[in-house]
């Protein structure tokens, strides 16, 4: 028992749950009555714009900041009561990670296993730092590290009191290419080996498309939309390269088409079945299609149109 | 305690720890060579008067009254507000660990840190006092300052509790400040914004006790108990003077430390 609180879980059994979190300063509400449930084994995506209240929900749920109202659960521990118990079986990096820099890294790590409360054997910092590619660097003083070894060192941390949910705050944050590309294959690395279930906020979505399993979007402190992948990236939709555009537009009004342009290209809202019927008629017209492809829409397509407000627009029609 | 070791581990490699330390053992090195060299002590020991070496830790206790409040303010001042500001405080709590812990941790800096570098100093001062004048009784006059009024022998054992005693005194005073800049530290977020603020906070005190409308208050202020470890260094040790202002102290040290607590547990961590 730690400072009063009982170690007895609640129903919920996923790895996290977000009831109602709400947060206020002052006259502004920055969280929304937030609800949120991620299973175990997840990677997921928490995506929004810089202010719309990623980092602040994160800081809730280390107990950095308490909220107004609501709860959450984490492994069933009820939040923020059992704040301390639940923080013993997750890890994490909020904002940029910070360090004691005349340390070296080892004695971060070490200072930092010692807040876990729990004798950790010494091989856990050697494993967690093995683990993330900091190994030969570990006995120097953190301020010689270079960004992404910092990030490594972050996520190291998280790692040495063996989690089974690291959240993690914009890990990619100011990383080149190569070093974007490394944290990408750590984070699914360390869900798929260990079973870690990961929790991660950004603004590069083309990283959480190709990371995470399911996300959510938020925008000025609500949810807008939480959803697998692969379900958002689904679009029942073809498009058309068309050498007449004027009897096209004019056929389209015609079936009461509804379409929108892009690239040059039109896109219809047609499946896979309808599409043979399609250039049938388009053909019995004489409109001229060069070339008929599924559309393949990106994280970041359908995270513009929700955070618009949910209006089926592009940027450039 | 385990929460002391990884502050100390911290501490350790700051160079500010460090400079506090030498500046107070400088000092009082400093004060050995002037009791050495002093003309005024020169009629003193013509009468046959010997001057003990403990009168050299005896006299550093002015100073380390003086600048050890600076040196902790810096050291309490920037602990909190320091690792809140460089970022490290949202690393330490997302760990399993209560802010309590985390606080008490900070707390207990403090109180080894404002012991530590009083009775450190009193330490590296007795040796050289030892060194220079060798043992024995010490001899102090009457009142304070003032030799024309006479003196009085303490013997050797004597001496030494009451240096321990007023070693104590000055530990607590020193502590009171740092209790003060650890309060600031709880809430601010710029590591040198708590220590200045208990400086000027000083100052205003000093300015205060002075002026006439608010004499009657200068008893609660601080820094109007800056000599009340002299106490033990009159003839007559006057319990009541130091149990009074040992008081003051008292609730200076509950107050910063309590408050600053009470504010830290509670503080949105937003930075």
């Known amino acids: 028992m730690i400072f009063g609180e009982k170690e007895e879980t609640t129903i919920s059994q996923a790895a996290l749950e977000l009831v109602n979190l709400t947060k206020t300063f002052g006259e502004n509400t920055v969280l929304k009555n937030l609800c949120l449930k991620i299973e175990k084994g997840d990677i997921f995506g928490f995506l929004g714009n810089n202010g719309a209240g990623k980092t602040t929900t994160i800081r809730v749920i280390f107990g950095l900041i308490r909220p107004t109202k609501g709860f959450f659960h984490v492994f069933g521990f009820k939040c923020p009561l059992q704040i301390t118990l639940a923080k013993r079986v997750m890890g994490g990096l909020v904002d940029i990670p910070a360090f004691y820099e005349t340390l070296t890294g080892r004695e971060n790590l070490e200072i930092l296993t010692a807040f876990t409360g729990r004798t950790l054997p010494k091989s856990a910092v050697e494993e967690a730092s093995r683990l993330v590619g900091i190994h030969d660097i570990l006995d120097y003083p953190v301020r010689i590290y270079s960004n992404g070894q910092k990030r490594r060192l972050g996520i190291a941390q998280a790692l040495v009191p063996h989690p089974r949910l690291i959240v993690l705050d914009e890990p990619t944050a100011g990383l080149d290419p190569e070093g974007v590309k490394s944290i990408r294959e750590l984070i699914m690395d360390l869900n798929r080996r260990l079973n870690i279930t990961v929790v991660l906020s950004s603004h590069v979505l083309s990283e959480v498309q190709k990371t995470c399993n399911r996300v959510s979007i938020i925008h000025y402190g609500s949810i807008l939309k939480t959803a697998p992948v692969e379900e958002l990236l689904f679009d029942a939709s073809y498009q058309f390269k068309i050498s007449t555009p004027e009897q096209a537009e004019k056929f389209f009004l015609e079936k009461n088409i509804t379409y929108q342009t892009r690239n040059g290209y039109y896109i219809l809202p047609i499946s896979r079945e309808e599409v043979p019927e399609m250039v049938r008629e388009m053909g019995l017209r004489n409109i001229g299609i060069y070339e008929i492809s599924p559309r393949q829409i990106t994280l970041e397509e359908v995270f513009l149109q929700t955070v618009k407000g949910g209006k089926n627009e592009y940027p450039d029609t | ?271």
């Open chain 2, 1 to 271: 305690m385990n929460t002391l070791i990884l502050e100390l581990k911290k501490v350790r490699a700051n160079f500010r720890t460090y400079f506090g330390i030498i500046i107070l053992w400088g000092l009082g090195v400093l004060i050995g060579i002037n009791v050495w060299y002093n003309p005024s002590l020169v009629p003193l020991r013509q009468f046959g008067f010997h001057l003990s070496g403990l009168y050299v830790p005896g006299l550093t206790l002015y100073p380390l009254a003086v600048v050890g409040p600076v040196v902790t303010v810096l050291i309490a001042g920037e602990s909190i507000a320091g690792e809140r500001i460089r970022g490290t405080l949202r690393m330490v709590l997302s760990k399993p660990v209560t802010r309590q812990q985390f606080y008490m941790g900070k707390v207990y800096l403090i109180i080894v840190y404002s012991f530590f570098i009083v009775f450190s100093t009193l330490l590296v001062t007795a040796v050289l006092g030892l060194i220079l004048f060798g043992g024995g009784e010490v001899i102090l006059p009457n009142e304070l300052s003032n030799f024309s009024e006479g003196f009085f022998n303490v013997p050797a054992e004597e001496a030494l509790w009451r240096l321990a005693s007023s070693g104590i005194a000055v530990s607590l005073y020193v502590l009171a400040f740092a209790s003060v800049a650890l309060f600031f530290s709880s809430f601010l977020n710029h590591s040198l914004a708590s220590p200045v603020f208990t400086l000027v906070m000083t100052t205003a005190f000093t300015v205060l006790e002075n002026l006439e409308f608010f004499r009657p208050f200068a008893p609660y202020l601080i820094t109007h108990h800056f000599l009340y470890w002299q106490n033990f260094m009159v003839h007559e040790i006057d319990w009541l003077g130091f149990f009074s202002s040992l008081g003051v102290v008292m609730v200076y040290i509950a107050g910063g430390i309590i408050g600053g607590g009470l504010i830290f547990r509670y503080r949105d961590e937003t930075d």
